[in-house]
């Protein structure tokens, strides 16, 4: 059998503890797969005594990532600290300008230096692998570099976010609202006690930049994906999509529009029948469109010690077999500067709006509607409470820039009582 692949591993949380797990379960088989043994040589984390329920004594130690990354006796960094700045990226860096392969799992870190990483790594004539990085275990990146290669990909989308999808399916199952489902989600450990990152949609939208930038051959261009979270959404939107036939989930969608790229990260309805639509609690689904396969889903666990080290392994066995390809699917100085869409494409919407409750609003609402060409396919009003009159409408296929203008005049009425909100509905 050929020479060991020598590994070392910064960070042993969720993830690195289950890489360790991983390879201490699976060596033979591992080894018999990649022909050469995986070996893990040196480890780092903030705290060497603490108890990660993995055997640690074969290993080194290194309390400095960099030192980690830097020693003459590794192959390959696993960077799996986390953060998209500080010592994540100080060790993939002094990996890289060592000559070793890198594999992550830090979406953060790669929507932001991505791009400088991939070209370190191909002038080193290293790998930089990520598939950890977007939608946990799916093996989404491969399926794009490499089982979709001889495509020309149309559109990529999906639920990438799984305590966004866990909230919305649950408030959807048992009525609960927002706050109190995010509050059992963060008790059962799948959100952090600052949400943010992820009801905002900023993680989903870290792993759809990097999903767009290997679909399109284009830089990642995290700064330009337009992101809205699940915040605003409450159960009554819940329940009015689904008297349409919908669901809504936090979905992220890539296209490529005859004025250039689209990235949103928000809130959209989907089809209550559709893949998208059955998705439930913590699962991630990812689906591609390319111009000779078609369409394709792709579904399995986004996130969690298993999934992730699952991820990560695959990533180090192509490594292991010698498979270096670029990180983004093509070589990163070829990939071009996203030509980022000014309009966006055109969709019908599902809009609530609280309104006074008084002769001649709704009158108004529709006139502004339609002197912006917005044109109305139904309109529900419920609950009124004699002070506010709740409204939802759902529009034709309108451009956004034209809804856009509506909903500002609309919003400045002072019959208006709260910021409407608009919600895609997204076609599949
Ligand atoms: N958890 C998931 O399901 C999942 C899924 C996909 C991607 N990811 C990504 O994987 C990465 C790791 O996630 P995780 O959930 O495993 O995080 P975690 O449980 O918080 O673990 C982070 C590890 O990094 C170590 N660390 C942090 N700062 C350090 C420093 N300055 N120097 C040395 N070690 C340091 C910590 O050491 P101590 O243990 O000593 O504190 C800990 O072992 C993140 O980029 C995350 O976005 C995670």
Same mark, same amino acid.
């Given at each position: 059998m050929s020479k060991p692949l020598r590994i070392a591993i910064a960070g042993l949380g969720t993830v690195g503890a289950g890489i360790v797990k991983m390879v201490q379960t699976h060596g033979e088989l591992l080894a018999r797969r990649a022909g050469r043994p995986l070996e893990i040589v040196a480890v780092s984390a903030r705290s060497k005594g603490k108890d990660r329920g993995v055997g640690l004594s074969g290993y080194a130690w290194e309390d400095d990532p960099v030192a980690l990354a830097k020693r003459d006796d590794v192959d390959l960094l696993v960077e799996v600290m986390g953060g998209e700045d500080g010592p994540a990226k100080a060790c993939v860096e002094a990996a890289l300008a060592s000559g070793k392969h890198v594999v992550t799992a830090n979406k953060a870190m790669l929507a932001l230096h991505g791009q400088a990483m991939a070209e370190q790594a191909e002038a080193a004539g290293v790998a930089l692998r990520f598939e950890a990085a977007v939608a946990g275990g799916i093996p989404i990146v491969k399926a794009l570099t490499e089982?979709?290669?001889g495509n020309s990909i149309s559109r990529v989308m999906g639920v990438m976010n799984g305590t966004c999808n866990y909230i919305l399916t649950k408030m959807d199952a048992t009525g609960e609202s927002y706050g109190d489902v995010l509050k059992e989600a963060q008790a059962l450990g799948y959100a952090e006690a600052d949400p943010t990152v992820d009801v905002g949609g900023i993680d989903a939208a870290h792993k759809l930049s990097l999903l767009a930038a290997t679909a @399109?051959?284009?830089?990642?261009? @995290?700064?330009k994906v337009e992101i809205e979270g699940i915040e605003r959404i409450t159960l009554q939107d819940i329940h009015n999509a689904a008297d349409m036939g919908y669901k809504i989930k936090l979905l992220g969608v890539a296209q490529q529009n005859e004025d250039g790229l689209e990235q949103r990260m928000q809130p959209c309805l989907v089809p209550t029948a559709s893949p998208l639509g059955q998705l439930e609690g913590v699962s991630n689904m990812v689906v591609v469109e390319g111009d000779f396969i078609g369409q394709t889903v792709y579904q399995g666990p986004g996130a969690g010690e298993g999934p992730t080290a699952s991820a990560i392994l695959g990533d180090i066995m192509d490594i292991a077999r010698g498979l270096v390809i670029p990180a983004f699917g093509q070589p990163a100085k070829g990939l071009a500067q996203p030509n980022i869409s000014s309009t966006g494409s055109d969709a019908a919407y599902y809009l609530r709006f609280s309104l006074t409750?008084?002769?001649g609003v709704l009158a108004k609402l529709a006139a502004i509607l339609g002197d912006h060409s917005v044109s109305v396919n139904r309109m529900h009003q419920y609950g009124h409470d004699g002070k506010t009159a709740p409204l939802v409408i759902v529009t034709h296929q309108t451009p956004r820039a034209s809804l856009d203008a509506a909903l500002a005049e609309i919003s400045a009425l002072n019959a208006s009582l709260a910021e409407p909100v608009a919600l895609r509905i997204e076609s599949l």
């Open positions: 089982g979709l290669a @399109f051959g284009t830089r990642v261009a @995290f700064d409750d008084e002769a």
